[in-house]
C-alpha cells in the first residue's frame, strides 16, 4: 500500500453513463497526476495538478473528462457520456514537490463500459 | 518530445536465473528515469530511479539498473530471478520538476520453475 487511495477500484457501467472517480492524494504530497492504462500498454498522462491548480492536461483528456482538486487534497475525475473505448485502468499518482522526488501510484479504478 | 521504448513484450526466464529488461528513452535533457513492477489488477511500485550521480543505481527486490546516456538505455537486471517476480515491468522517463512521466508499453516477464 502506497498511500494513494482510490475509489472505487472497479466500476461496470453502461454507454452513455456518467461515472465519477476519487482519488485520495498522501498528504503531505501536493502534486497530483491522472494516467489511464489501456489493455497491454503503458499508462498515458492525463492530468496535473498543483494544489488546487490544474496545470496540463492532455489532448487525451476530451471535453468528456473533467478533472478537480478543489481544496488540494483529494481529487476528482469525471467521465460524461461514457463511450466503449473509456474502457480502462484510472490510475492516480502524487508526489510532493522538488526536484527528486518520485511519485506514488494508487491501486486503480478498473473501468469498464458496457 | 520523450518516449520510451521497452524493445520485448514478453520475456521468460527460469527460476534462478539472470534478468536483463531493455529500455530505451527519447529526451532532450538529462533525463529522471524510473522502472516500475504491476502486478495484475494492481498500481504501479516503484523499483529504482536515476536522477543524477552513479549510473548504476540499487533499487528493492534485489534489482538494479545502469544508465547509459551514449546509448540511451536504462535497462533493469538482477542476478537470480524468483517466481514472485513474474510481473509487468514499465519503464519511464520524467520531465523534471513537473513530474508527468511517458512509460514504455512494458514488458511482461514469466518465471519457469
Known amino acids: 500500500d502506497t498511500g494513494v487511495s482510490q475509489d472505487p477500484r472497479h466500476k461496470i457501467t453502461k454507454r452513455g453513463q456518467n461515472v465519477t472517480f476519487r482519488c485520495d492524494p498522501i498528504?503531505?504530497?501536493?502534486?497530483l497526476y491522472w494516467y489511464r492504462q489501456t489493455l497491454g500498454q503503458g499508462p498515458e498522462f492525463l492530468t496535473y495538478f498543483q494544489n488546487e491548480a490544474q496545470l496540463e492536461k492532455s489532448r487525451l483528456l476530451s471535453d468528456r473528462f473533467s478533472a478537480e482538486r478543489p481544496k488540494g487534497s483529494f481529487s476528482t475525475l469525471e467521465i460524461q457520456r461514457t463511450e466503449q473505448g473509456d474502457s480502462a485502468m484510472y490510475l492516480c499518482?502524487?508526489?510532493?514537490?522538488?526536484?527528486?522526488?518520485?511519485?506514488?501510484f494508487g491501486q486503480g479504478t478498473r473501468l469498464t463500459v458496457v | 518530445a520523450q518516449s520510451v521504448t521497452q524493445p520485448d513484450i514478453h520475456i521468460t526466464v527460469s527460476e534462478g536465473a539472470s534478468l536483463e529488461l531493455r529500455c530505451n528513452y527519447s529526451?532532450?535533457?538529462?533525463?529522471?528515469l524510473f522502472w516500475y513492477v504491476q502486478s495484475p489488477g494492481q498500481g504501479l511500485q516503484l523499483l529504482l530511479k536515476y536522477f543524477s550521480g552513479d549510473t548504476l543505481v540499487q533499487g528493492i527486490k534485489g534489482f538494479e539498473a545502469e544508465f547509459k546516456r551514449s546509448q540511451s538505455s536504462f535497462n533493469l537486471r538482477k542476478p537470480s530471478v524468483h517466481w514472485s517476480d513474474a510481473a509487468e515491468y514499465f519503464c519511464a522517463v520524467g520531465a523534471g520538476n513537473a513530474g508527468k512521466s511517458t512509460f514504455g508499453d512494458g514488458t511482461t516477464l514469466t518465471v519457469k520453475p
Open positions: 498528504s503531505e504530497h501536493n502534486r
Open positions: 529526451y532532450g535533457a538529462t533525463p529522471y
Open positions: 499518482a502524487t508526489r510532493t514537490g522538488g526536484l527528486h522526488t518520485e511519485a506514488f
